[in-house]
């Protein structure tokens, strides 16, 4: 095979439109989606040779999926030093080289935002998925804010294990998280150092930002999804038959909406 056909046949699966492409898509996000749990699950068990040997089976993968983006990419310097090459980078490095426990494998949380956003899983979501493109502005920020939550607990388990005696799973980090997140703050687990109080108004600032967010879009009034021919503005009014920026015919497919 190649150089240009292998490159065609990823492209073909990492921004096809073809039924291959989609099932490849979905096959990823489940995957990363699985990474999660077990990062979640492991968390409650005792650390043995096999968690190493899962680890490195998720960091080999993880790398495969890495180096056939940049392989396709058509600006690979750019993707390389992009921020979330940069996360990728360093997931791989603790999965592979655990010098620090787990260490910094609490970002593929953040891979995450990344396989969920990129443009070709949304469009593949809009097209199979009608009640996701109805909702997709509220779909989207409540994910984000789930994101968010996971990627901040995965964080205080990771900063406060084995240093805090508060912090023994991923139910403590979580049940700190979200207590903070909400301004609750019960006070029955508090993060130690200075690092940990820094952590704690991050989680605080950040996270109400987005429930803020979420709490917008939800009250916002529904809007159709369509790309306007002209001016591409994509928010319509569902009843809507002419757009509002530029004045042109719209033919926005009738999903049985009241």
């Given at each position: 095979m190649t150089e240009a056909t292998l490159r065609s046949r990823l492209r073909a699966l990492y921004e096809g439109e073809g039924e291959a492409g989609d099932r490849f898509r979905y096959l990823l996000l489940a995957f990363d989606l699985l990474?999660?749990?077990?990062?979640?699950?492991?968390?409650?068990?005792?650390?043995?040779?096999?968690?190493?040997?899962?680890?490195?089976?998720?960091?080999?993968?993880?790398?495969?999926?890495?180096?056939?983006?940049?392989?396709?990419?058509?600006?690979?310097?750019r993707d390389l030093f992009s921020f979330w090459c940069a996360a990728d980078v360093l997931v791989i490095i603790s999965l592979l080289f655990p010098i620090w426990g787990e260490g910094l494998a609490f970002l593929r949380v953040i891979r995450l935002y990344r396989v969920f956003h990129s443009p070709q899983t949304l469009d593949q979501l809009r097209e199979d998925i009608p009640g996701f493109r109805r909702n997709e502005h509220t779909i989207r920020a409540a994910l984000n804010l789930v994101i968010f939550i996971f990627a901040m607990t995965a964080l205080v388990y990771q900063t406060q294990s084995g240093v805090n005696d508060k912090i023994g799973n991923y139910a403590d980090a979580l049940y700190f998280t979200v207590t903070t997140l909400t301004t609750t703050g019960f006070g029955d687990v508090t993060l130690v150092g200075t690092s940990g109080k820094l952590l704690s108004v991050a989680v605080m600032i950040f996270g109400i930002s987005l429930f803020l967010r979420l709490i917008q879009v939800v009250l916002r009034p529904n809007k159709a999804w369509f790309p306007c021919p002209t001016c591409g503005l994509r928010r319509h009014d569902h009843d809507a038959v002419h757009c509002k920026a530029c004045g042109t015919v719209l033919n926005i497919p009738d999903e049985g909406l009241d």
């Open positions: 990474t999660v749990t077990w990062l979640v699950a492991s968390s409650f068990v005792e650390r043995g040779a096999h968690h190493d040997r899962i680890d490195l089976a998720i960091g080999l993968i993880f790398l495969a999926d890495l180096l056939a983006r940049l392989f396709i990419s058509r600006r690979p310097l």
